[in-house]
């Protein structure tokens, strides 16, 4: 694993490569809060003729929405570019499963999955409609339910989860799809806890795994990517601060991996023997690509 | 694993112990439903000289508020007959762990969690003040902060997720503790998540497990019952519905265990060869018990 450090290091790792997939919280912002130079960074890569994706998986907002995160936070992005763990959950359900148009999906986690759905023309209920219920007397069984889907949800609450067990218990045949599983997420200057946490009371309580789970390392959204552009994976690179999720995605899929230390994953961690899962390169931080025209990085 | 089907069966069984042990919910009731013939059955014990104690992991209640409850639903029962999760803990705060009286507690939970510390002169915060709260960027850590104590909510958030998460998180000298670890519990004629599947966000998130878990199966509460009140294991018997927490709990402990099938335990799940918890007896229901100077048992 070799850290990039010095501005030849960096042309020279930015040369050999033509497409650059991106992590988004924790490699270009947290929040809403941009790192510093990542806008001139991106810019630089543009110039430069590199092919730019945005591989997230954030849930809680539609490709759409995201599009619009980039447009007030000043970063260039185009809707094509942009693959979210909900719409590869949408896809999902619509070309692997293809779900039944008698059927209804039930949501627990934000709007990103309902557009998304709706998007694909997957019928669906809950998610942000469940906001705020609370009588738990009121949950029946629905037959109509094909699916549950959970997400990130910072309106989680005992009646989404009760709601959703209902639906699942007792009921094998019916899909549960996690739209991806990463355990905390970095936000507020902190960690907080991610889908993968908000999800462990139905596997506990239901005794039962997701049948799939869409968002990085699965090579769902990797395939589409690659296939759609017609992309070589030796060329390609895939740019993430968390290492059970970005870097096990890169790795997996046969590309180059950079793992930035402005997320998740400190330099510590991630040079410890005990780590099972290694970047190809790591820097400290995206914004070091402002350097790429100049002679040192910033710092 | 012997079946109790005859009222013959029920009287040498019951003139075998001196002392009973129950489970609540899922034995004498759910919910606010008592199961018929319970409070006939429960008198007939009485009647025979028998000691009861009542031993529950629900820990939303106090026992001042769970002897209410009896009151409520007409079982004659006395505040030094029963036995709570939250009180479990609340015991081993201040009794083994010697709480520090310059630290306080913060609950995920109910109200019976913060009457039992409070019973014990353990300042805590947190627990249904925080219900409602949203902003989790006001969440900032509390150095006075010397445990998390969690237990089921029925109006869990991701507010609380993030707080307790926030307390714990690079914190492993405060401690994690859990009033119980059911994983579902009967009520509204389903099963809904229990406290142990409502921990689970935070268990994956941390990457930690709880220090302490202090409902059935551990053996803290049946330690201070036997102990207080010189019983003797070989004449008690442990009567519950679920047999990862009452039947192990009564297992470990040296006494008699009988389990009843008007809760999470179907007769198909305790007879099968995979389940590894076996109780001495089983019954229908714990109101067959009525009919012990009867001839025969009711259906």
Redesign the interface.
């Known amino acids: 694993m070799q850290k990039i450090t010095t501005a030849d290091q960096l042309n020279s790792f930015v040369d050999s490569y033509d497409n650059f997939l991106f992590d988004c919280d924790g490699v270009l912002w947290e929040g809403s809060n941009v790192f510093p130079n990542v806008r001139e960074a991106m810019q630089l890569l543009r110039t430069k003729g590199k092919r730019i994706f945005f591989v997230t998986n954030n849930s809680t907002k539609s490709r759409e929405a995201y599009l619009d995160k980039f447009k007030k936070l000043d970063i260039e992005a185009h809707l094509d570019e942009i693959f979210s763990s909900a719409f590869a959950t949408a896809a999902y359900l619509k070309n692997v499963v293809k779900f039944p148009a008698d059927k209804k999906v039930y949501i627990v986690g934000m709007s990103g999955i309902s557009e998304e759905l709706k998007a694909e023309g997957i019928r669906s209920f809950g998610g942000v409609e469940d906001d705020g219920a609370r009588s738990?007397?009121d949950?029946t069984d629905d037959p109509e339910v094909g699916a549950v889907v959970m997400g990130l949800?910072?309106?989680?609450?005992?009646y989404k989860?009760?709601k959703a067990?209902?639906f699942l218990?007792n009921h094998p045949e019916r899909l549960f799809l996690l739209t991806n599983a990463d355990?905390?997420f970095p936000t507020?200057g902190?960690?907080?806890?991610?889908a993968?946490?908000?999800a462990?009371?139905?596997?506990?309580?239901l005794?039962r795994k997701p049948d799939a789970i869409l968002g990085k390392p699965a090579q769902n959204m990797l395939e589409a990517i690659l296939a759609e552009y017609s992309l070589d994976p030796s060329k390609s690179c895939m740019i993430g601060d968390r290492l059970d999720t970005d870097i096990d995605f890169g790795n997996r899929g046969g590309l180059t991996t950079l793992c930035v230390l402005t997320g998740v994953t400190r330099e510590d961690k991630l040079l410890s023997d005990s780590n099972p899962i290694k970047a190809t390169f790591y820097i400290d931080s995206f914004g070091d690509f402002a350097s790429l025209s100049g002679s040192a990085l910033p710092n």
């Open positions: 738990i007397d949950i949800d910072v309106n989680i609450s005992y989860y009760c067990f209902t218990h355990s905390t507020h902190t960690l907080f806890p991610g993968g946490a908000i462990s009371p139905l596997i506990t309580a005794e």
